[in-house]
């Protein structure tokens, strides 16, 4: 089985440290950065199978940053890339736009029988 | 000393009146001892109406004292007691029905009516009886003669009152108008019928004196006169004379035992000097001596006739006597009504003001009831106005004594003692000096209404206690004296409760708005102990028993739950309505505290969330809370205004810039929250913070905030202001904190 490389934007340190050690705990080759700049740093160096991405980033979107990495990576494909929030109350409008773009809304916690299969299908899948 | 009655009811003693009574008494009785013969039959005497005016004007003993003297002369002109008898019950009739407004005519007339006649009736008929029509004309006259008299002393007891408490005779000012009218009729009346007997007595003796004349032509022109038997009774028919005349022809020397056989004790041969015609005995006693010459007499006896005559009297003054009566009956009927008018008009009077007149009395008279209606109607308004002042002054007491109303005058605030001084208003007490100490929170509150012309203000009492709340309004500021001139005070009792509920209402509302971000500072903690817990899991699952990666893991399990912890204690603690004290605080940290809960609102909405805050500031006695309640509700506010702005532009990437700045100026702290939203709508700039004033959409704003943001201001002592940005879109919500002296 592919081996999945997994990209973590988050900016909470704690939180994002944890993911990645459960990630890399599950098989995956999970990378953490907590904005959009050393996202597009890291998806310069290497692509990536899977991207988590939370949506409400200290001083940007998550949407905005997965457009980014979308537009680097000329066509993303649908499966690769979620948005995590701990918000509940998104507007339709919120939703429709991350419906366009992401292969679904995660909303936190996350639990890890979630991620293992997140994991799972990433593996199986080609790389976004 | 002369102890008097006075017809009034209070006795008076007078040691003068004494000669002054005798000398009157005299002369009463001096008057009442001319027997006025006005025609035979018909004699005046004038003791009743000396004994009825006596009995007036000086009382009962006065009146039979009177009675007796004026009357004693009948006993020689009549040689019996009954006048004099009758006189004392007269006064004692008068005395027992005639009241001060009753005429002492109308008693009289039947008084005379039935005891008089009664007496007349059973008088002259002893020893022997007399002509029943003699005896009714002797009756008929002792009537009119005595109401006559009783309707004269009537008319001097209007004019002329004897006033025995000084001794002087005065004129009557005021009439009675029930004695008025019946002594009026009476007099009238009797007066008349009076008269009317007068002349036919007058009459009857003419008339008898003509036919002694006829008498004689008709005995000498009998044609077998001197064949009459002498002592022999013969009858003589006369034209003109209904009953026959009974005659005799008898010796003239025996003419005096001859007499009483023809009912006759007096000779009337026509050459007297007539004088005993005057009388009405004379005519019943006499009879016609006729000589027919040899000695020879005939005695004629017109018994017959004189009875004739006066029963002709009797039909001529009947009718009369018969209206007397009724006029009054009618009088007495009149006076009874006067009476119940007079005292339905007195009830009316003296109930006035007492209560509704709700049944109607009815008065005889329709001038009296028309005058009973009005003013029954007039009770009746007054009485519905004084109940409706009675019912105003109660609620006005009522609710004075509710909201603890105070009028004030000379109001000033002392702001070294921290305490209200005016003059109270009191309605009852007058004006007094009095004073109210005021929290110390808003002492400074009342230091910047100095010089304003009318305020209106709410504050609390005391210094250490905050349950008790006042409205003051003043007006009319007068610079010299540093004072309103007049105002109200007015306890608010509901003020505080009401303002909780209200806050927390909004509270509520409020957090019903932030759950995204509540939820959202959550489930970040969450999410990172559930990941831990699951690596820590895994780390043990792996035999890897890394004790210092399994504390770590540990460790920032127990980070992340302080964190939750943190987040709900912050939470929980707007949702509390209980009692906010005062805690000694920097209002930076307040700042700083409302802006960690609300920046992922501000993240999520993209906004760029600023604070300028100084390093250092003086601690303040501030309700933590409700401080932190104001900023959360400022930078709500500040998003919802950027986001209104981004729908009317049509421009969802206008980014969105909030500053929090705080910063002292001189003894005040200033808060300033600006943002760059729409500004302030016209139609709230004017009341901003009234109460439930929003322009957001139903169901996003209760338009509570800022009203509850101002309460909490002016519990400080602080102000609160908002305004739209001079050179940039948006508004500037202000907080003043004025700093304590010496703070």
Redesign the interface.
């Known amino acids: 089985m592919h081996t999945p490389n997994i990209l973590i934007v988050e900016d ?1 340190d ?2 994002r440290g ?2 990645v ?2 990630l890399r ?1 599950l098989g995956a080759m999970a990378i953490g950065v907590p904005d959009g700049t050393q996202a597009m740093h890291a998806w310069k160096l290497q692509p990536f199978d899977l991207v988590l991405c939370d949506y ?1 980033l ?1 001083a940007e ?1 998550g949407l905005d940053v997965l457009r980014a990495l979308g537009d680097l990576a000329a066509a993303p494909a649908a499966g690769r890339c979620y948005l995590m ?5 998104l507007t339709a409008a919120a939703q429709r736009d991350i419906a366009s773009i992401t292969t679904g809304l995660l ?6 029988k979630t991620l293992r299969r997140i994991v799972a299908d990433a593996a199986e899948a080609v790389r976004c | 000393m002369l102890s008097v009655n006075y017809p009034q009811g209070f006795r008076v003693v007078l040691p003068y009146l004494w000669p002054m009574a005798l000398l009157a008494l005299a002369a009463a009785t001096g008057l009442s001892a001319i027997r006025l013969i006005a025609a035979p039959g018909f004699e005046f005497y004038f003791g009743p109406l000396f004994y009825l005016l006596a009995y007036r004007w000086f009382g009962l003993r006065a009146g039979l004292v009177t009675a007796v003297a004026t009357m004693l002369p009948s006993l020689w002109w009549w040689g019996h007691p009954m006048a004099v008898l009758l006189a004392i019950g007269h006064i004692l009739a008068i005395d027992r029905f005639s009241g001060e407004d009753r005429s002492l005519s109308t008693v009289t007339f039947f008084y005379q009516l039935l005891v008089g006649a009664t007496a007349s009736l059973i008088w002259l008929n002893l020893p022997e009886p007399l002509a029943p029509e003699i005896v009714l004309d002797i009756a008929v006259r002792r009537i009119l003669c005595e109401t006559l008299l009783a309707a004269c002393a009537d008319l001097v007891l209007l004019a002329v009152l004897v006033d025995t408490t000084r001794g002087r005779v005065r004129r009557v000012r005021k009439l009675g108008l029930q004695q008025s009218i019946e002594a009026l009729v009476s007099i009238a009346v009797a007066g008349a019928a009076m008269l009317f007997l007068l002349g036919e007595l007058n009459h009857v003796n003419e008339r008898l004196e003509l036919h002694h004349e006829d008498v004689v032509s008709a005995v000498h022109a009998l044609p077998d006169r001197n064949a009459l038997q002498s002592g022999r009774t013969y009858w003589l028919n006369m034209h003109g004379v209904d009953t026959p005349m009974p005659f005799m022809k008898v010796a003239s020397s025996a003419m005096g035992q001859a007499g009483p056989s023809l009912g006759c004790h007096v000779f009337d041969d026509g050459r007297g000097d007539g004088t005993g015609r005057q009388s009405l005995r004379y005519w019943l006693d006499m009879c016609y001596a006729v000589p027919l010459g040899a000695g020879k007499i005939v005695l004629v006896s017109p018994h017959g006739h004189v009875i004739d005559l006066y029963r002709s009297v009797l039909h001529g003054i009947a009718p009369l006597m018969a209206y007397l009566g009724l006029a009054q009956i009618g009088l007495m009927m009149f006076g009874a009504s006067v009476r119940r008018s007079s005292r339905v008009l007195s009830q009316a009077l003296l109930g006035f003001g007492r209560g509704y007149v709700t049944t109607r009395p009815t008065a005889p008279f329709r001038e009296a009831d028309r005058l009973v209606g009005a003013f029954i109607a007039a009770n009746n308004e007054f009485v519905a106005f004084e109940r409706q002042r009675v019912h105003l002054m109660r609620t006005v007491e009522e609710l004075r004594s509710a909201i603890d109303l105070r009028l004030l005058s000379d109001i000033r605030f002392d702001a070294q003692r921290g305490e209200l001084r005016y003059a109270k208003i009191d309605p009852t007490s007058g004006r007094r000096g009095a004073s109210l100490a005021v929290h110390s929170g808003d002492s400074a509150h009342f230091q910047s209404l100095a010089g304003q012309s009318e305020i209106m203000v709410e504050f609390r009492r005391g210094r250490d206690q905050d349950d008790q709340w006042y409205l003051l309004i003043a007006r009319d500021y007068d610079q010299e004296s540093d004072s309103w001139r007049y105002g109200c005070l007015i306890r608010l009792r509901t003020a505080k409760a009401f303002q909780t509920q209200m806050r927390h209402s909004a509270r509520l509302m409020e957090l019903g708005g932030m ?2 971000a509540l ?6 903690p ?7 817990a ?2 820590a899991q ?1 780390l043990m699952h ?1 035999g890897q028993m890394d004790p210092e990666r399994m504390a770590a893991k540990l460790g ?1 399990i127990v ?2 739950v302080e964190r939750a912890n943190a987040i709900i204690q912050r939470t929980s603690s707007y949702a509390r309505t209980e009692r906010d004290e005062r805690v000694d605080m920097d209002i930076c940290q307040a700042v700083r505290n409302a802006v960690r809960f609300m920046r ?1 609102v501000m ?2 909405r ?1 906004i760029d969330l600023q604070i300028v805050i100084p390093d250092a500031l003086p601690v303040m006695s501030l309700p933590r809370i409700g401080i932190e309640q104001i900023i959360v509700n400022a930078l709500q506010n500040a998003a919802d205004s950027i986001d209104t702005r981004r729908e009317n532009e049509e421009d969802s990437s206008i980014m969105g810039a909030v500053r929090v700045q705080v910063e002292q100026l001189d003894q005040t702290i200033v808060l300033n929250v600006q943002d760059n939203g729409a500004g302030l709508d016209p139609s709230i700039r004017s009341n901003a913070f009234n109460a439930f004033c929003t322009t957001k959409p139903e169901g996003k704003g209760t338009g509570l905030g800022l009203f509850v943001c101002r309460q909490i201001m002016d519990e400080v002592g602080g102000s609160i202001a908002i305004a739209d940005n001079a050179q940039a879109p948006g508004a500037t919500l202000t907080l003043r904190f004025p700093l304590a002296e010496g703070g």
Do not use: Y
Request: hydrophobic share 35%; glycine share 0%; proline share 4%.
């Open positions: 909470d704690a939180l944890e993911l050690e459960l705990a409400k200290r979107s929030t701990a918000h509940v109350d909303h936190k916690p996350i639990d890890a | 759950a995204s939820s959202h500072e959550l489930r970040q969450l999410f990172t102990i559930s990941l831990a699951e690596n895994l792996s920032r980070e992340q992922p993240t999520e993209d």
